[in-house]
């Protein structure tokens, strides 16, 4: 069974972005083993002389190594990500690079109508940055609005289109999770932690 590593995209302790990934961690439980993982104790970015990452980041970098695929969750803070969020990726693009050809799917729940798609959308510019270079699946989109009152008291998604709309999303990122390795595993060179030429002195 494949293994998917689902990334809280914020340190907040009320977060309808974890509901929505205890729900697909439930609802999605016989395709695919899913780990919740929390970033809310990760350091604020300070960038490192010797680019050795600490402890809660390396942990982070060594699980989406394992991972067959990633999916991050995150909420809308002033059309973009939360600054944890960004942090985390700061680290995770100056150290270790574990995201660089990994794919990832995109989801996203906020209080508002559009629910995170700004911030769905500044992500995707972030995560095909070079030092990321994550294989983002395309044409996919899913937002989870009003999302206070989004759950039931089980925590389950109440409105059964987007549980439909949800697997048709989780069912494509599946295959997209087995073809983009396949790709990757025929071109092995590409996984390398890749160096740029403005950290060398001119």
Do not use: C
Request: proline fraction near 5%; avoid cysteine.
């Amino acid at each position: 069974m494949m293994n998917l590593l689902a990334i809280v995209g914020t340190n907040s302790d009320q977060s309808t972005n974890r509901k929505l990934l205890q729900f697909i961690q439930k609802h999605f439980a016989e395709k695919a083993n899913i780990e919740l993982y929390e970033i809310k104790d990760i350091p604020a970015f300070n960038k490192p002389d010797d680019k050795t990452a600490p402890a809660e980041v390396q942990d982070l970098s060594d699980k989406i190594r394992e991972a067959d695929g990633v999916i991050i969750s995150s909420p809308e803070y002033n059309h973009s990500v939360p600054a944890i969020l960004k942090s985390t990726l700061e680290w995770l693009s100056y150290t270790t690079q574990p995201l660089i050809d990994k794919p990832v799917m995109l989801t996203g729940a906020s209080y508002g109508r559009l629910g995170s798609s700004r911030a769905q959308a500044h992500l995707r510019q972030i995560l095909d940055a070079p030092e990321l270079k994550a294989r983002i699946m395309p044409s996919s989109e899913f937002l989870v609005g009003f999302s206070l009152q989004a759950y039931d008291e089980d925590g389950k998604l109440s409105d059964p289109k987007k549980i439909e709309e949800l697997e048709g999303i989780f069912n494509e990122f599946i295959h997209f999770v087995d073809i983009t390795n396949q790709l990757v595993s025929a071109n092995p060179s590409q996984q390398k932690t890749q160096s740029f030429s403005w950290e060398k002195n001119e």
